[in-house]
């Protein structure tokens, strides 16, 4: 699971909203800096700043695709340059609630094929 500063554990069996939550949740706009700060801070904390996935996404070329796990593939790339550090699950749930929140884009393409 990633935390991120919104929620803490209380005890074994329940959660509460921190300081950082409830502020969080004044507005829309509020929420969404919050979410993108704390995103920011968690990805740089475990030394793969936001830039640098950024970067990694504007490097990917067809007919690869900036998905989760090309992105993950290319941030752990190379003898032992970066510690991995986040799952392709993290990355993509660590993504997804960036781009939720107006930090980045997400494109969803649909395809389709035969009936089964």
């Given at each position: ?18 300081s950082?939550?409830?502020t ?11 979410a993108q ?80």
């Open positions: 699971m990633v935390s991120l500063e919104f929620l803490a554990e209380q005890d074994e069996r329940a959660i509460r909203v921190t950082t939550g409830r969080a949740l004044g507005s829309e706009e509020k929420f969404n800096l919050k700060s704390a995103v920011r801070s968690y990805l740089a904390n475990c030394g793969v700043p936001i830039d640098r996935i950024l970067r990694v996404i504007s490097q990917i070329q067809l007919p690869d695709v900036p998905d989760a796990e090309t992105i993950h593939s290319a941030l752990y790339a190379g003898a032992g340059e970066t510690p991995q550090t986040l799952s392709k699950e993290q990355l993509r749930s660590l993504l997804f609630f960036y781009a939720m929140a107006g930090g980045m884009t997400r494109c969803v393409r649909v395809f389709y094929g035969a009936a089964q």
